[in-house]
């Protein structure tokens, strides 16, 4: 019996041949094609069941977003409104308050410099138009 199972295991190990196996990454970011990529985000994206709470959901009516729509432009006509009569035809230098925000606007060799300073949270933002 002995002798038996010794010749089938010869003769299997005598007709099997190896092969080198070889590890070829997917990934990009492991050395793998780039072409994946887009792939690989696409199939993680479409198995991602979580959803972020931070995210706005698109379930608003058209009359809230006709209604925010209509604040925007309200508020953006009356902010005209207060820089046009404050600054008259253009950008003057100067110091001028609108509310909490401190604008001082002077002229330097980079152009027309605009600092700007929230007088509650103490940001500040610096704008510069250049010269042309």
Same mark, same amino acid.
Request: charged share 15%; glycine share 8%.
């Given at each position: 019996?002995?002798?038996?199972?010794?010749?089938?295991?010869?003769?299997?190990?005598?007709?099997?041949?190896?092969?080198?196996?070889?590890?070829?990454?997917?990934?990009?970011?492991?050395?793998?094609?780039?072409?994946?990529?887009?792939?690989?985000?696409?199939?993680?994206?479409?198995?991602?069941?979580?959803?972020?709470?931070?995210?706005?959901?698109?379930?608003?009516? !058209?009359?809230?977003?006709?209604? $925010?729509? #209509?604040?925007?432009? &309200? +508020?953006?006509?009356?902010?005209?409104?207060?820089?046009?009569?404050?600054?008259?035809?253009?950008?003057?230098?100067?110091?001028?308050?609108?509310?909490?925000?401190?604008? !001082?606007?002077?002229?330097?060799? $980079?152009? #027309?410099?605009?600092? &700007? +300073?929230?007088?509650?949270?103490?940001?500040?933002?610096?704008?510069?138009?250049?010269?042309?």
């Amino acid at each position: 019996m002995k002798t038996i199972i010794s010749i089938v295991f010869c003769m299997i190990a005598y007709t099997s041949f190896g092969q080198q196996l070889v590890y070829k990454a997917i990934n990009p970011a492991f050395g793998g094609d780039t072409f994946n990529h887009q792939w690989l985000l696409a199939a993680a994206n479409a198995q991602n069941s979580f959803k972020d709470p931070e995210a706005q959901d698109d379930e608003r009516s !058209e009359l809230d977003r006709f209604s $925010e729509n #209509l604040n925007r432009q &309200i +508020l953006g006509q009356l902010s005209r409104g207060l820089f046009d009569a404050q600054l008259g035809d253009g950008l003057q230098p100067g110091t001028f308050n609108f509310g909490t925000l401190s604008l !001082e606007i002077y002229e330097s060799a $980079e152009g #027309l410099v605009i600092n &700007i +300073l929230d007088t509650n949270t103490g940001e500040q933002t610096q704008i510069i138009v250049p010269n042309p």
